[in-house]
T-cell receptor, first 110, second 112 residues
Framework: EDKVVQSPLSLVVHEGDTVTLNCSYE??????LLWYKQEKKAPTFLFML????IEKKSGRLSSILDKKELFSILNITATQTGDSAVYLC??????????FGTGTRLKVLA | NAGVTQTPKFQVLKTGQSMTLQCAQD?????MSWYRQDPGMGLRLIHY???????DQGEVPNGYNVSRSTTEDFPLRLLSAAPSQTSVYFC???????????FGPGTRLTVT
């Protein structure tokens, strides 16, 4: 059975801290891994990763994929209160068949 | 562009009632999907479509039907609502497989 596991389930940090979120997966037909940020409403796209070892970066956020060890990490540096959200990892396990993890709830305190 | 739209935003049903959740996109995306999101469970794929006339089942398809007669619309039908279907439902679309998905605002459904 295909599965995606995220850790930790929740995290509380102070502004300025750096956080690392983890996503591990076991799927039979890996095509890509995507990260989303979900605040109160719909998820919004952050990154898509298909190749091992190539870092994707956007401002204070970065992500990397390890296809040998079957995991990805999402790093957020110099966290701000606006980073408080649920971060979702999804793996495309077959054409357009996405398996989502349960998410990591991040709370950043001022 | 309106993006992905969903109606209604909220709905309360009694057990056994049927209804259709509407989803439309104006981005000419071939790929569309329906998810449900329950507390602590993440997003689970109900049904998806890779183009007009083509649909397939996801992880949790039981109790739901879909059809895709046009590129723009992808309605989700609940045949006989059950309390276990109380959830937030998201529709999503993307230009191609592996591309980012654009999500609608969600429909919060309560079945009593």
């Amino acid at each position: 059975e295909d599965k995606v596991v995220q850790s930790p389930l929740s995290l509380v940090v102070h502004e300025g801290d750096t956080v690392t979120l983890n996503c591990s997966y076991e799927v039979t037909n890996f095509r890509s891994l995507l990260w989303y940020k979900q605040e109160k409403k719909a998820p919004t796209f952050l990154f898509m990763l298909t190749s091992s070892g190539i870092e994707k970066k956007s401002g204070r956020l970065s992500s990397i994929l390890d296809k040998k060890e079957l995991f990805s990490i999402l790093n957020i540096t110099a966290t701000q209160t606006g980073d408080s959200a649920v971060y979702l990892c999804a793996v495309e396990a077959g054409t357009y068949k996405y398996i989502f993890g349960t998410g990591t709830r991040l709370k950043v305190l001022a | 562009n309106a993006g992905v739209t969903q109606t209604p935003k909220f709905q309360v049903l009694k057990t056994g009632q049927s209804m259709t959740l509407q989803c439309a996109q104006d981005m000419n995306h071939e790929y569309m999907s329906w998810y449900r999101q329950d507390p602590g469970m993440g997003l689970r794929l109900i049904h998806y479509s890779v183009g007009a006339g083509i649909t397939d089942q996801g992880e949790v398809p039981n109790g739901y039907n879909v059809s895709r007669s046009t590129t723009e619309d992808f309605p989700l039908r609940l045949l006989s609502a059950a309390p276990s279907q109380t959830s937030v439902y998201f529709c999503a679309s993307s230009y191609s497989s592996g591309d980012e998905q654009y999500f609608g605002p969600g429909t919060r459904l309560t079945v009593t």
